[in-house]
């Protein structure tokens, strides 16, 4: 595309996107590389018919928005409104409405520490769920990795957020309707439509995903309610929290914020596992790498506490994976006061648009920014990173709040499968990314796993 940036002094560049408007439909990533490569990380303004975003893509600029004059640059607006009929109020709701508090109330479950002490539940949940594979990798029985990693995180996410109180049928329905929900919600995020009233392709699936959600939480939540556990699980904790006002936190507010939780931790994780596989099979030299610290680090035997921190190569797989294929792909911010970023004025009322996609790939802050390369993440060269130029998990006081949870599960899982099995792929190459709320793999991926000599009987 000939995007045709139109340079103005003391103004924003504008890109007239929405005359490659199909194309941008259709395959957003494409058109945002190229918009990304033209914009060089200066201010530009896309022009989307009706619609005209700013969009920030330089590190210094991100900053100011997330973390500087995080107060002028809220969550709203028209792409937040149509995810309320998902989300409330809570932790994933508009900011002003009961954030705040839902932030508070989740946060000291969210910490290094405490995840920490989960370690052996966690493990323990990830070899039972991994452990089922082992017919399919006996036989040579091909798999569909989209659905067994969504399996295989939600194990994680039901311990952690429900105990035992959710059944795995359950589970399993909330898992397939949020994953309806992150391609059938795109269009109404993009057109900016939250009425029920107005009809927009995908309604049906999308509304029939969200009763789904409602028909299995709901009643959860009445249950913990009536009767709350002193459990860790943050169900119970949600049900034995208080309100700003001292009281007892409503049904809805506990809804909004499981739900938020149980989506977010679902959703985010699944899609990068999913990622990992083939970027694997593509890049041989950086899979060897990682069996051979696996087996090193963990060998055979469940995973323990002490060898988490000793995976350190794993982590930088992971990490460079959330560089080139960030699960957040976008996010936007509503500006509340005119603003200058960058020598550029930014309208108040008007919406900025952050990408971490396009970030981690300008070149002024990434060698061989399109190179699948771990090692950029290790210790000695990481250091010389701005902190913006990295952001797959946000900044500021939105931060992602599941961090940690993210990389101790994704690393435990990880291991676990790589201290059975080895992978192979069908041999489909790495999949251009789908439309949808994540960055998400765009086909299905068939993954064929042999176990790893004397392992499976561990
Ligand atoms: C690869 C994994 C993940 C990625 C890439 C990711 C990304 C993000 C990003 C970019 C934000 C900031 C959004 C904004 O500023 O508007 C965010 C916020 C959030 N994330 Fe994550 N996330 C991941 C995993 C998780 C997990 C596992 C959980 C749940 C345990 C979670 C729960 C949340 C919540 C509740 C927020 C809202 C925080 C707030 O507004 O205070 N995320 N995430």
Known sequence: MSSGVVAQRGKARRIPIHRTLPRFVTNPYAVLDEVGREAGGEVVRLELGLFRPYLLTHPDHVQRVLRDNSDNYIRGGRFWRP???????????EDGNGWEHSRKTLQPSFTRKYLDSLLVRIGEAVHAAVEELDGAALSGVPLDVGEEMRRIVSRTAVEVLF?????????????????TIGTSVVLRMSLGVAAKSVPVPGDRAYWRAVRTVDEVMVPLVRQAQRGPTDGTDILAILSRARGEDGGELTDAQVRDDIVAMFVTANETTSVMLTWLWPVLQAHPEVAQRLYDEVDRVV???PIQHAEVAELNYTQAVLDELLRLYPAAWIFTRLVRRADVVGGVPIKGGST????????????????????????RFLASRRARLHRYAYFPFGGGPHQCIGKYFYQLKAQVI???????????????????PAVAASLRPGRRIEMTLSPVERRLAA
């Open 352 to 375: 900025v648009l952050l990408s971490p996609y396009i970030t981690h790939k300008l070149p002024q802050f990434w060698d061989r920014a399109g190179d699948f390369d771990p090692e």
């Open 414 to 432: 990880v291991a676990t499968i790589l201290s059975r099995y080895r992978p192979t792929l069908d041999g489909g190459g790495i999949p251009r």
């Open 163 to 179: 105990a035992d109180q959710i059944s795995a049928a359950d589970a399993r329905r909330v898992v397939e309707a949020v994953d």
């Open 299 to 301: 060998g055979g035997r």
């Open 83 to 93: 995810l309320r009929h998902l989300f409330g109020d809570g932790i994933l709701g």
